[in-house]
T-cell receptor, first 112, second 110 residues
Framework: GESVGLHLPTLSVQEGDNSIINCAYS??????FIWYKQESGKGPQFIID?????DKRQGQRVTVLLNKTVKHLSLQIAATQPGDSAVYFC???????????FGQGTELSVKP | DAGVIQSPRHEVTEMGQEVTLRCKPI?????LFWYRQTMMRGLELLIY????????DSGMPEDRFSAKMPNASFSTLKIQPSEPRDSAVYFC????????FGPGTRLTVL
């Protein structure tokens, strides 16, 4: 039969707008989270991380928010640029920092 | 720093052949991960090592897959015999705290 691929959630934004990418994680014992960006033909690239004792962390044009109550992460990208177009993954460390598990990913498309 | 180095970058082989993928982690990192990425299953963790010791290989799909880390600067992932369903991009990653990925090996099994 025909294979069915993953249908990644897609977010389409206008250049210059802010983007918010959401992620639900699975393990309440996870204590460290990372956002990655993956461009076509490349490996995942580290963007920003956050530990479970924090609610918010800011980087250059990016902010990560962590809500442990509902096991939710978000990545905010300010003033989105065409070069931000990629698939974004959240990843959680389980087993006390040993095992990094990835979410499904969200495809961000930036329209000029 | 050269980052995580993987070889080959592309591999095309025929069903039944042995395939060996290679990885050189970032110097000083103490953990190494092997992932597989497909459209159907996304990014899957196959196995990870800490200080050269395999810690969790529960993601290895079956006995045809094996991984070794003989020293802190080298790891291999071997598939024997290979099958068409093994076609995927295989990533190696290493970490001391943050996990950094290599460029991947695109494997095609005909």
């Amino acid at each position: 039969g025909e294979s069915v691929g993953l249908h990644l959630p897609t977010l389409s934004v206008q250049e210059g707008d802010n983007s918010i990418i959401n992620c639900a994680y699975s393990n309440s014992a996870s204590d460290y989270f990372i956002w990655y960006k993956q461009e076509s033909g490349k490996g995942p690239q580290f963007i920003i991380d956050i530990r479970s004792n924090m609610d918010k962390r800011q980087g250059q044009r990016v902010t990560v928010l962590l809500n442990k109550t509902v096991k939710h992460l978000s990545l905010q990208i300010a003033a989105t640029q065409p070069g931000d177009s990629a698939v974004y993954f959240c990843a959680e460390f389980v087993n006390q920092g040993g095992k990094l598990i990835f979410g499904q990913g969200t495809e961000l498309s930036v329209k000029p | 720093d050269a980052g995580v180095i993987q070889s080959p970058r592309h591999e095309v082989t025929e069903m039944g052949q042995e395939v060996t993928l290679r990885c050189k982690p970032i110097s000083g990192h103490n953990s190494l991960f092997w992932y597989r990425q497909t459209m159907m299953r996304g990014l899957e963790l196959l196995i990870y090592f800490n200080n050269n010791v395999p810690i969790d290989d529960s993601g290895m799909p079956e006995d045809r897959f094996s991984a070794k880390m003989p020293n802190a600067s080298f790891s291999t992932l071997k598939i024997q015999p290979s099958e068409p369903r093994d076609s995927a991009v295989y990533f190696c990653a290493s970490s001391l705290r943050t996990v950094y990925f290599g460029p991947g090996t695109r494997l095609t099994v005909l």
